[in-house]
Structures are given as structure tokens and as C-alpha cells.
């Protein structure tokens, strides 16, 4: 089967050709569509010169409006979105593959650890909650952006009602909804990640946000446990 990787990116010029050379150097990819999402930096030319396909909005419009752009774009039979900082690990990504080919998944979900300090894990303990409250799904990572899927359920995932961070979260409720298969599988890839300074502290405050605006709109969120 043909894979499309594709790669939101926002100003990550200083990770991003790692990444995808990293992608490159695995063989596993058939083509690289890079989204650079409104960045202010150098991202947008670096994936002029390395992808297959590179998207480019004029403006910030969050990872959701940039990873369903690339899916839009990819021609492969199987799609696989990475983060923009993986790095020399996101030649990882073909272990998200061999559920798909296997059977065993529709929707393949890989572990991704930062390399800088985080926080407490307060939004990922909270969409644990909801998932499991919800449909009494049990995912250790969640909130990961390293994800395969194939191109026939690509109409479900592309009208999505998710923004900008929230794209995670509605991929795993509507995949267990509509009776997808979902396997998390273990792989070392490492983010760069934003630590526990003051970015961070603000990084993780607005996914919180923008997770809990899609949960309203997706239905009546639960309770966070007390």
C-alpha cells in the first residue's frame, strides 16, 4: 500500500528537516506533504525544499485545519500524520503501519515522550476521564499526534467538528463511536515538546481550551473527577 505522511507544522523551522529527512531515510513513506500553518519563521520554505507537497497558510489556523489540508492532498491508501518535531525519530512512523496491514486496527495511535520537563498531565489525565466515561475507552497517550489510518475512512475524520488541539480527542470518540478499531502501539518517538516554563504553562492552557470547546460541541462533556 501507498503512505502519505503528512506534517503540520507551525514555526518549527528548527526541527522540521530533521523530521522529515528522518521520514525519508525510513523508506517507508511514498510521499511527504508538509502543512506550514501560518508560521512566522523559515518552516514554509524548509518544506518547499524537502516535501513531496507543501501547504501554506497565510495565517495560524491550528493543527486541525493543517492536518485535514494534508489529508485532503495525499493520494496514498494509508495516512499517517507526525508531529513537525519527531525529529531523527520519526523514522518510527512505519510502526504505525503493521496493525493496518495486520487487521488488527483502523486507527493506530503511537507513544510520543518529551524531552523537556513537563507539566502535571492534567489534560491528558482529563480526556482519559472523558473517554472512559464516555464509551469506556482506555488509551494511555491519548492526546498523541503520531496517527495511521486508512484512506477509506478518510470521509470520517475529515468532518470532524475539532479545533485547532482538539483533533486528538475527536479522532478517538468518533473512531470507538462509529465502531473503528483502535490500537495504541508502542514506539520511541521524542518530541521536543514546550517543558514547564511560561510557553509551556500557556501551550498546555490553550489545548485544555480548545479540548473542552470541541467536548461541548461534540456533546455534553462529563464531569472531571473529583
Known amino acids: 500500500m ?4 503528512i506534517i503540520p507544522a507551525f514555526n518549527e523551522e528548527q526541527h522540521i ?12 513513506a511514498g ?6 500553518d501560518g508560521s512566522r519563521d523559515r518552516t514554509g520554505r524548509v518544506l518547499e525544499h524537502t516535501c513531496d507537497t507543501a501547504i501554506s497558510f497565510i495565517k495560524n489556523h491550528g493543527k486541525t485545519a493543517a492536518a485535514k489540508a494534508g489529508w485532503m492532498a495525499a493520494r496514498g491508501d494509508v495516512i499517517v500524520t507526525l508531529d513537525a518535531d519527531l ?16 487487521g488488527t486496527a483502523d486507527l493506530v495511535i503511537g507513544t510520543a515522550h518529551s524531552q523537556k520537563q513537563r507539566g502535571m498531565g492534567m489534560l491528558k489525565k482529563r480526556v482519559q476521564y472523558v473517554l472512559k466515561e464516555r464509551c ?50 508502542e514506539a520511541p518517538f521524542l518530541h521536543q515538546g514546550k517543558g514547564i516554563g511560561l510557553n509551556g504553562f500557556l501551550h498546555r492552557g490553550r489545548q485544555w481550551l480548545e479540548v473542552e470547546r470541541c467536548l461541548r460541541k461534540y456533546g455534553r462533556s462529563p464531569s472531571s473527577p473529583r
Do not use: C
Not at 501507498?2 to 505522511?5: A, E, F, Q, R, W
Open 136 to 185: 469506556g475507552l482506555s488509551l494511555n497517550m491519548p492526546l498523541s499526534g503520531q496517527r495511521a489510518f486508512f484512506r477509506k475512512h478518510l470521509d470520517l475524520f475529515q468532518h470532524l467538528q475539532a479545533e485547532r488541539f482538539g483533533l486528538e480527542t475527536m479522532m478517538n470518540l468518533h473512531a470507538h463511536e462509529t465502531g473503528l478499531l483502535i490500537q495504541e502501539v
Open 87 to 102: 525529529r531523527e525519530s520519526a523514522v518510527y512512523g512505519m510502526a504505525l503501519l503493521e496493525p493496518l496491514y495486520l
Open 2 to 5: 501507498n503512505v502519505s505522511v
Open 31 to 36: 510521499e511527504i506533504i508538509g502543512v506550514n
Open 17 to 28: 528537516r530533521k523530521t522529515i529527512h528522518a521520514v525519508r531515510q525510513g523508506g517507508w
